[in-house]
């Protein structure tokens, strides 16, 4: 311990604490947990394949599209039809009409 001398020429020890931390722990801490974190999302990774996610995942996105449309009479109405997104020849994303087939002919 380091000695210090005050106005009365008394000696004190000086208490830092540093003989009590370790300085490399909590650096080896943190890269410890990121490297286990990094092991379960790669493991998650190759997991995610073959679980039931892929089954959610690639379902189509469908939306009601209610548009307005001019009868040949002049008269307007509304259709409402069912849209997934998709894309188009061009790669860009469009609406792709969605039917139920109730019946085979």
Known sequence: PARSSDEEGDQEDIVTGHD?????RLPAK???GATHMVIVF???GLAMPFSRFKE???RPLI???VEE???PDGQEHEEEVQAAIGSGPDGLPMLVP???ILELP
Do not use: E, H, M, Q
């Open 98 to 100: 969605y039917r139920y």
């Open 42 to 44: 790669w493991a998650l």
């Open 69 to 71: 449309v001019l009868d």
């Open 30 to 32: 943190i890269f410890r």
């Open 56 to 58: 959610l995942n690639s």
């Open 63 to 65: 939306t009601d599209v």
């Open 20 to 24: 009590k931390i370790d300085p490399g």
